[in-house]
């Protein structure tokens, strides 16, 4: 097992500040209803308020960095794996069965997750933002927004309010399926993913090829072995030689005898075949 940083800083800001201002209108919003009397009407709309222009003000920004960084991408719908990842859900989560999509650096999320995802960003939440910027500016009509009912934007606001907190507590409860309980929460607080073995060889070989970086041995190393293990051969040759010849001769004095004569045949072996080697090693193609 390996821990693998996959988050980013703002993606865990932008994550855990939605979190907060979606739990505090939702709070505020039973309590606008009706549903709830915890701190009276008058606080749940001017927090309902604050909160909803907190999210305006979050979501421009999280659209700014999900398109300078290309993280739109995770969230794009895909078929692929939709079949295995619905069979997961329905039965194999209860058998420990291996999960059927892995968690990528370029791809986070399963087939299930980015349709989820997709609708969430793309649909329910504008929803929320269009119907509940009609009920603050209900009462200040502007042009085009001149409007005798608020009965269907309720009826809207209301429904995609439930649809939020049913998301909401599906969420809760996948965020226990990994590794441990708290691994995915720990993992979106930290950055830091716990991976297995296979995968992280999975992911760094995907990053390889997605940066067309090229990876190839370094031949230069291996030559340099070679050469070294060359150049002892040659130095425990040169002191047998000087042993068995006699320092005079490999002084340069004249003598009868030659300096391989004085070397044991089976070193000058060694010297050869270590040199084709070399020159073998320098000829294999790329």
């Given at each position: 097992m390996k821990k693998v940083y996959l988050y980013k800083r703002f993606e865990r800001f932008w994550h855990w500040g939605q979190t907060i201002l979606i739990l505090s209108l939702i709070f505020t919003g039973f309590e606008i209803h009706g549903t709830t009397n915890f701190i009276g009407y008058a606080s749940a709309v001017e927090?309902?308020?604050i909160s909803a222009w907190a999210l305006m003000v979050l979501i421009v920004f999280a659209i700014f960095w999900h398109v300078t960084t290309d993280e739109w991408k995770h969230y794009m719908p895909t078929a692929k794996n939709m079949r295995a990842q619905l069979e997961y859900y329905i039965t194999g989560i209860f058998t420990n069965a291996p999960h059927p999509t892995k968690k990528r650096a370029l791809s986070k999320l399963n087939p299930l997750q980015r349709i989820t995802y997709f609708a969430l960003k793309l649909i329910i939440i504008p929803t929320m933002v269009i119907s509940g910027l009609l009920y603050m500016y209900f009462h200040y009509p502007l042009p085009g927004i001149e409007m005798n009912s608020l009965e269907l934007v309720a009826v809207v606001h209301t429904f995609?309010?439930?649809?939020?907190l049913t998301f909401l507590i599906i969420h809760l409860y996948l965020i226990t399926t990994g590794h441990t309980v708290t691994s995915n929460l720990t993992a979106m607080v930290t950055g830091w993913e716990i991976m297995d073995d296979e995968d992280v060889k999975d992911l760094v070989a995907e990053a390889v090829e997605e940066t067309g970086l090229k990876i190839k041995p370094v031949e230069e190393e291996d030559d340099a072995q070679g050469h070294e293990e060359l150049k002892e051969l040659?130095?425990?040759?040169?002191?047998?030689?000087?042993?068995?010849?006699?320092?005079?001769k490999l002084k340069g004095q004249k003598g009868d005898h030659h300096i391989h004569e004085g070397i044991n045949p089976e070193i000058i072996?060694?010297?050869?075949?270590?040199?084709?080697?070399?020159k073998k090693d320098k000829k294999k193609p790329e």
């Open positions: 927090i309902h308020n995609g309010a439930y649809l939020l040659v130095v425990e040759a040169l002191k047998e030689a000087e042993e068995n010849v006699g320092k005079k072996k060694k010297i050869k075949k270590k040199k084709k080697k070399i």
